[in-house]
């Protein structure tokens, strides 16, 4: 880049968690690595001092420093201090002159009712928060199309789709898969802490599949349970305790299965290694629609083909018997037990189609190979601003003009 000034990027995740590792965290670290003769990276969880014991606004003598040494202030989703909070990060950046990006993978506006934060959402009104955060900023990114469509008419400034993508360089994207069992066949389902409805939908097809196939052929895998010692089990450990009961009241007595814990977002890749088959079963509401395509850049590094509910995104990379199974979103259990059976009994094809899957991952998603279009997109989307600035003083100088000489 010769002489050109590297372009300073403030952080500011909203936690540590696995949304703030890829949206965030992950990006931003692989940006200076790759790019560092052209941009300088950093972190800060809290630019505006605000007090995390007391909740309590910054502080009158607090100096600002990584807000006003960025050219650019990158936060994502709701900050674990909160709505406001987060307006307030965006609103002093844009203050000091700042580019602002807000990014989320999350439809954060029209929750639906199921969720379990709804009711925190309805009480602080972190719809309306996100609303005016959308339109008060520079660049607003989202995961995919349909989440685009859906906030689009609350954002005043630039909007985009950045793809999920993950780091297929880190040991764990990197392992050998664990020996396939003969004559059995390994259904994985790997989940958060947000899938209470979608859960629901899929508890009684195991049962089914059982039944088909035999329950010796097949082994259910549930993958995710926080990692909590007793006497510090909180809020997540009983999401998975009721996951839990309802894989158990849909088996109806069968014991093919196993709940497996957590893993940190860089090392949870080893899930994979033990998965032949990977499920995504989701309820059709809005929130899971607008969700990316990350579950299938997951399994597809490992060369696992993908059965899931045709919500979100799925459908620009899953062809049915390509490279995994979409079900209508209505989740009809005869579908989930057609395909899932298929796949029991037919080995070849299930690799088959988990290289397809794999071949396209290993292209389009490995953040070592376009994280740099991040940088591109700023230095573009700051000139765009720059332009309109200039073109607004412009049009005001003239207006101006013409009003001395009237006057």
Known sequence: MGDTKKLRILACPSNHGGCAYYRILLPMQKLEELHG???????????????????????????YENLKWADVVFTQNIHNFGGNYTIEVMRKAHELGKFTHFDTDDLLTNLYKGHRLYGVYEDQQLDEVTKYIYNNVDLVSVTQRKFAQRIAPFVNGALV?????????????????????????????????HHDVDIKHFSLIPHLVNQKVGPQKVHWGFYGKPQQPPGERDWQWDVWEGYEQQVKKGLRGQSNYTIFPAMPPNTYGEMYTNIDVNIAVLDNNEFNDSKSEIKAMECGRYGIPLVATNVGCYDEIIVNGQTGYLIDPSNP????VK???????????????????????????DINKIVGGRLALYRQMMDLKKQALSDALMDQKEKNIVEDVTA
């Open 333 to 336: 259990k005869k579908e989930w």
């Open 339 to 365: 395909a899932l059976s298929r796949c029991i009994n037919d080995p070849k094809h299930v690799q088959e189609m988990g290289m397809a899957l794999k071949t396209l991952c290993d292209e389009l998603y």
């Open 161 to 193: 789709v950045i793809k999920n993508a993950i780091d297929y360089s880190l040991p764990c994207w990197n392992s050998k898969k664990l020996p396939k069992p003969k004559k059995l066949t390994r259904v994985g389902w790997v989940g958060g802490i």
């Open 37 to 63: 003769d052209e941009v300088e990276i950093r972190f800060d969880d809290n630019p505006l001092g605000w007090c995390k014991e007391t909740g309590k606004t910054t502080p009158e003598n607090f100096e």
